[in-house]
C-alpha cells in the first residue's frame, strides 16, 4: 500500500520515483494499490500512459478539500496538512494481515506514525540542517527505513537516534527496457529535428526547491569550450527558469549553441538521450548534491551515454572514473576542459559509454523493489 501526499501525474522527478517502484513491486508478484490525494492538475494526459506504465497495479485517488480560495501558502500548507491526515485515515480500510504500508513524504509519514499501522518510511534528499523532532517520531516508528543515498543515511544517523540496523539505503533505479531503443542516434536525431554534430545534453528539472541544479555552470562552460561546434541540449522546466537561463546564454553570446526543448513526456526521454553524445550532470555543492541520488543519472547510464559528472560522493556511490568524466562542482572552467577532452578523444568516451551501460544493469527498479521488500520482510531491527 503506496501512499502519496502530491499531485500525480507530475513532470516532477518523485513522481516517477514512485510509480517505478510501484510498477517493479507489482512485477514481483506483489497486490499493489497506489493512493494519492487528489491535486487540480494541469496534465490531463491518463495517468499510465504518461509514465509508460504496465497496468498491473491499482492507482486510486483520495477524496480532498478543496482549499484553493485560500491566500497562496497559507492554502498549500493547510492542503498539505489536511490531505495527509485524510489519505492516512482513508488507506486504514485496507489494513489487514501482510499488508505493507509505505511512503515517503514528510506528512504522510508523519500521520502514519500518528495514527496509521506498521509502516516503512523511504527518506529522499534529507536537507534539514537541525535534528526535527517529527522525523525523530518517524524513525521511532517506522518498522523499517529506507535512504535513497549513504549521504542521508549518514545525516540521519547523525541527527537522530536510530539503529543503522534498521536503515537500507537503496539508489533509486531506472528500467532497463525504455532505453533498448532499436533506432539508430542519426535516426532519432532525423525525427526529432536534431542537427548533425557534437551534441551535449541535460535533461530534468532545471531547479529543486528554488535552487539552480548547476545548469547555468553548464552554459558558462559551453561558451568558454574550445570545440565551438558543439551544441547544448536542454531538456527540462519549469517554464520561468527556461527563459532564464535563454538569458543566460544570450547574454554570453552562445544563443546560437543552446537549444531549450522544454518539459515533455517522459515516455520520450530515452529518444532524446539516444540522439545526445555527452550528458552532464553539474550539480553545485550543497545538502541537495550531497544527498541526492538522481535518477538522471541511472536513465544517462541505461542510454549508454558519455557521462561528465560533479565530484561529489553522492554520484560517485554509483559511477567511477571508468564509467564518467568529473570535475570540481562549481568549476565552469573545469567542466568546459572535461567536454574538450571527451570530443577529442573518440576510444575514451567509447570506453566510458561501454562501462555506463554495463553499470546500468544493476540498478533496475524490480531489483530495488525486491531488495527493499526482502529488508522490511527481515526481523532485525
Not at 557534437?198 to 559551453?222: P, Q, S
Amino acid at each position: 500500500m503506496y501512499l502519496f501526499n502530491g499531485r500525480l501525474p507530475t513532470e516532477k522527478a518523485h513522481g516517477l520515483q514512485i510509480v517505478k517502484m510501484c510498477e517493479a513491486f507489482a512485477e514481483d508478484r506483489n497486490e499493489v494499490i497506489l493512493l494519492s490525494a487528489y491535486r487540480r492538475n494541469p496534465i490531463k494526459q491518463d495517468f499510465f500512459s504518461f509514465y509508460g506504465l504496465r497496468k498491473n497495479f491499482d492507482y486510486q485517488k483520495v477524496p480532498a478539500i478543496d482549499i484553493s480560495w485560500l491566500p497562496g501558502r497559507l492554502a498549500y500548507y493547510i492542503q498539505t496538512l489536511l490531505s495527509a491526515l485524510i489519505l492516512v485515515l482513508w488507506s486504514k480500510r485496507y489494513q489487514g494481515a501482510g499488508t505493507i504500508f509505505y511512503a515517503r513524504d514528510y506528512w504522510t509519514l508523519f500521520f502514519l506514525s500518528v495514527f496509521g499501522p506498521p509502516f516503512a518510511a523511504e527518506i529522499h534528499d534529507y536537507r534539514f540542517k537541525k535534528p526535527r523532532r517529527f522525523i525523530q517520531l518517524i524513525l521511532n516508528r517506522a518498522k523499517k527505513v529506507i535512504a535513497n543515498s549513504r549521504g542521508t543515511k549518514e545525516l540521519l544517523l547523525k541527527h537522530y537516534k536510530v539503529s543503522g540496523s534498521k536503515m537500507l539505503v537503496a539508489p533509486n533505479g531506472v528500467d532497463l527496457d525504455q532505453f533498448n531503443i532499436p533506432q539508430s542516434r542519426e535516426e532519432v536525431r532525423k525525427e526529432l529535428g536534431f542537427p548533425a554534430g557534437i551534441i551535449v545534453g541535460h535533461v530534468g528539472r532545471l531547479e529543486t526547491a528554488g535552487m539552480d541544479k548547476g545548469v547555468g555552470r553548464l552554459i558558462e562552460a559551453v561558451s568558454v569550450m574550445r570545440h565551438k561546434e558543439a551544441i547544448l541540449y536542454i531538456i527540462g522546466g519549469p517554464n520561468n527558469h527556461v527563459e532564464y537561463f535563454k538569458g543566460k546564454a544570450k547574454k554570453l553570446g552562445i544563443e546560437q549553441r543552446v537549444v531549450f526543448v522544454g518539459q515533455v513526456a517522459h515516455a520520450i526521454i530515452p529518444r532524446y538521450l539516444r540522439a545526445m553524445d555527452i550528458v552532464v550532470i553539474p550539480l553545485d555543492l550543497n545538502q541537495h548534491a550531497l544527498t541526492t541520488s538522481p535518477m538522471k543519472l541511472f536513465e544517462y547510464m541505461a542510454a549508454g551515454k558519455v557521462i561528465i559528472a560533479s565530484d561529489l560522493p553522492g554520484l560517485k556511490e554509483i559511477i567511477d572514473p571508468t564509467t564518467a568524466l568529473f570535475f570540481k562542482p562549481g568549476d565552469a572552467s573545469g567542466l568546459a576542459l572535461q567536454l574538450d577532452r571527451i570530443i577529442s578523444d573518440p576510444s575514451l568516451a567509447t570506453s566510458l559509454a561501454s562501462h555506463s551501460l554495463k553499470r546500468a544493469e544493476k540498478f533496475s527498479w524490480s531489483s530495488r523493489a525486491r531488495a527493499i521488500k526482502s529488508f522490511i520482510e527481515s526481523d532485525g531491527s
